[in-house]
């Protein structure tokens, strides 16, 4: 059930007047050089998990199924073909969930009673009269129209991609499994939507199996839920750099420009206006009034904090957060091991593709696992200057409908392995000479992880948690 036609808010009439109206609002606070894209916010690339795949991919605004065979990297001389492709993709764009509709909610309430329009922009305006709060709470984090296009289009891009193993003949032997959350389910019919429009099949059925255990490890694994969830210490930099200097700094200009008292905001409504920015943009392609609230700066810092709780809740900042995906680790490599295995002619063929659809959530403990986005400075309350260039950037790592691609080759020295993350070609941590190297040297270097890795003595083993091997 999708609501798109009943949240009427904020400039929906014909597009010319929604252009003419971004238009205005560029132009009463920015200079003449942003003219060139009217309709995205200038901060849409710092939304952390709420940042769209179209601002880590822009060339999809211009066209949506263009694909990029040279990301295919095999070494050219040894007659590569992909023999298997296993894709672990986030849901796509979302509503909010109810704890930030909530605070929409009370945000928008506060603005509209007690913002002065004294010397703010005509933004304030528009938010006081004619933006309309239309988030309601049983939206509750399900799928939008915008994240189903986001997975169907995906599915049609890969199967431009992998036209072999993504094929109408394959139909039955493609793999396909999701986390239970609704937004999932609706993201895997989205994918499989898209193949069957490639195959231009008019009837459309779905095959695929709900698998929590492996799209959903993180819930079922006692020593993360024990040591990190419920574990309030664990976020303690997230807590701290919540209430320090820089998101202060953000707070009070939020403020002034707001013509707020600054206590009247907290660091949860701040974020909230921030969020608000991302949803309108990510669920309607509009350029919303509240934007104007953050400038670039505020933006990094509110991407900062984003970050610090997903690299202290699910990345490397606890080392149980990434072992929780073992199970997922393990079903990937028997899916390639039994896809790259020799065969005799009679054999069945292995699965073209393995389809895992999940979360963020899912995602970036299995990254980590990996070794990926491992910085040598861990970011924390204190050293925000010093993180510009990080690698740890979840608006890059970890938008709507990312994904994460294992590419198995079948070439004249055995099987070759590859990696995309969002399309991109990414290279092994310590097979950096290679895009595609040999499946072999991929196995030898997570050797460690194959023959352990075992979630219940990671999981369940030592109770009260693995005390100071937690941290890194
Ligand atoms: C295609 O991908 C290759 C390899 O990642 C990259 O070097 C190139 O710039 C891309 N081309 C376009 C048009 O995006
Ligand atoms: C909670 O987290 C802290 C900091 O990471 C850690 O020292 C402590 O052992 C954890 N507590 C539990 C019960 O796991």
Known sequence: MFRDTVGMFYLLPPRNTLVAAALSLVLSRLSSSS?????????????????????????????????????????????????????V?????????????????????????????????????DIQSRWENWYTEDMDGQ????????????????????????????????????????RCVSSVEA???????????????????????????????????????????????????????????????MAERLGLPHQRLTPDLVEAAFFLCSYELSIKSVHSPWCFLFDENDAKVLEYKSDLKQYWKRSHGHVISSLSSCPLFHHVFRTLDRAGRPRRSTEASPEPASILVGHAETLLPLLSLLGLYKDETPPTSNNYHTQ?????????????????????????????LQLLINESPVRFPGLEAEDAPLYRDVRATYRHLLDGCDFHSECEGRPGGRGPNTEL
């Open 143 to 182: 799928l939008v129209m915008k994240g189903r296009d986001d997975l169907r289009q995906l599915a049609q891009r890969l199967s431009a991609l992998f036209p072999s193993l993504l094929s109408e003949e394959n139909m039955r032997r493609i793999s396909l499994r999701s986390s239970s959350k609704h």
């Open 388 to 416: 510009h260039g990080r690698s740890f950037r979840t608006s890059l790592i970890v938008p709507y409908a990312a994904n994460l691609l294992f590419v198995l080759y079948d070439c004249q020295r055995g099987p070759r």
């Open 191 to 253: 994918f499989q939507d898209g193949l069957q429009q490639v195959w231009r099949r008019s009837e459309v059925q779905y095959r695929h199996q709900v698998d929590d255990e492996l799209m959903r490890f993180f819930e079922r694994c006692r020593g993360y839920v024990e040591g990190v969830e419920k574990n309030r210490t664990a976020l303690l930099e997230v807590e701290k750099f919540k209430h320090g200097e820089e998101m202060e700094g953000v707070r009070r200009r």
């Open 89 to 125: 993709i986030r849901h796509g764009s979302r509503y909010p969930t109810v704890k930030n509709i909530r605070r929409i909610q009370k945000l928008s309430e506060l603005v509209r009673r007690e913002a002065s329009r004294g010397s703010a922009g005509s933004w304030l305006q």
């Open 35 to 87: 003219l060139s894209v009217p309709d995205v916010p200038h901060i849409a690339t710092y939304f952390g998990t709420k940042t769209r795949y179209e601002e880590v991919n822009p060339h999809l605004l211009r066209d949506v199924l263009s694909v990029n065979k040279s990301v295919l990297k095999p070494p050219p001389t040894e007659r590569c073909s992909p023999v298997h492709l296993t894709a």
